[in-house]
């Protein structure tokens, strides 16, 4: 029998960055980054409740040397053109910051079983002298009007690194189409809390409305979600199209032990219900470096939606 979903509590412990996937069958996939961030794993199940006890299989284990042999973040799993993939970021052991964006893929029908595939790195547009050339993580996909768009976290250095967003159209799921588009760099002061950050990207459309939410600051209690909204007729890639929350929309509630909410998803549970998976921490005081600290969770959170067609991301909404 399955459980009851709790909401706004550790559903899956020990699990940043979490990733849900609803396939066409009904089927749920769950992947995140490990507090070793050495490996990607899926687990599979028949609905969210189940998701928490279901088996956790690694599919894909980093290298021994070389890119691909560190730090493998926020693994995400999409269904594209008949064939699965995982995109995911990875450092090098002997250059643990020189993160970069991976892709993987499964032509086979159960990702959980088939055979995955090295494609390399993501690779930008011919003409793009940019994007990928540095520091670069968390990407997303998203598709709008029979096109598919790919957004990232990128930073950029003069003087102290700043990490920003970008969207590019895709040419294939492992090749863009089209030059980096800067979507947000970091302009309030709560996307600037220990460093300047913008990243996590994730995207949920509704009311004709595409809504992309990434979160901000370091990775401690300061940690939060900010959004942007673009309508879905318009050019997604004139920067102009979107615009962007003054104010968080999800940030640290003390009075119920969440602590740094962010690097979100978005699904839907049975009733098809829209659900934000996020991770947080439920302690306030971190012990050493935030990063290496395992105890980021994720968590689940109803989606309210506003008279205005805008979603509501509350702790109280049960």
């Given at each position: 029998m399955s459980k009851e979903l709790l909401y706004n509590q550790p559903w899956i412990t020990q699990r940043a960055d979490p990733y849900v996937y609803k396939h066409t069958d009904g089927s749920y996939y769950f992947t995140a980054s490990i507090p070793a961030y050495d490996g990607i794993f899926l687990r599979k199940a028949d609905s969210l409740e189940d998701l928490p006890e279901a088996e956790e299989r690694i599919i894909w284990e980093k290298h021994k040397s070389g890119i691909m042999s560190c730090h493998i973040w926020a693994p995400e799993l999409h269904y594209l053109d008949g064939k699965w993939y995982i995109y995911y970021a990875g450092g090098d052991k002997e250059d643990i910051w020189a993160i970069r964006p991976y892709v993987l893929e499964?032509?086979?029908?159960?990702?959980?079983?088939?055979?995955?595939?090295?494609?390399?790195?993501?690779?930008?547009?011919?003409?793009?002298e940019f994007s990928f050339r540095a520091f670069s993580l968390d990407a997303t996909v998203f598709e709008n009007q029979g096109a598919y768009y790919y957004v990232w976290a990128e930073k950029v250095s003069v003087g102290k690194q700043?990490?920003?967003?970008?969207?590019?159209?895709?040419?294939?799921?492992?090749?863009?189409?089209?030059?980096q588009v800067l979507l947000t760099t970091p302009d309030y002061d709560w996307e600037r809390v220990g460093f300047f950050v913008n990243e996590g990207p994730a995207v949920i459309k509704r009311n004709g409305k595409i809504f992309l939410t990434y979160s901000a600051s370091e990775t401690g209690t300061c940690y939060c979600m900010g959004m942007l909204?673009?309508?879905?007729?318009?050019?997604?890639?004139?920067?102009?199209?979107?615009?962007?929350?003054?104010?968080?929309?999800?940030?640290?509630?003390?009075?119920?032990?969440?602590?740094?909410?962010?690097?979100?998803?978005?699904?839907?549970?049975?009733?098809g219900n829209d659900i934000c998976v996020f991770h947080a921490r439920t302690e306030k005081e971190i012990i050493g470096n935030p990063l290496y600290n395992p105890n980021r969770h994720a968590m689940l959170m109803k989606v309210k939606w506003n008279e205005e067609g805008y979603p509501v991301f509350s702790f109280s909404n049960h």
């Open positions: 499964c032509a086979e029908e159960d990702p959980m079983t088939g055979k995955w595939v090295e494609k390399g790195m993501m690779q930008c547009a011919p003409e793009d700043i990490s920003n967003l970008y969207i590019a159209k895709m040419k294939s799921p492992y090749q863009l189409a089209t030059v909204t673009a309508d879905e007729n318009a050019d997604l890639l004139d920067p102009l199209t979107w615009k962007k929350e003054r104010y968080p929309v999800l940030q640290t509630d003390e009075s119920l032990h969440i602590y740094g909410p962010g690097h979100n998803s978005f699904t839907q549970d049975k009733d």
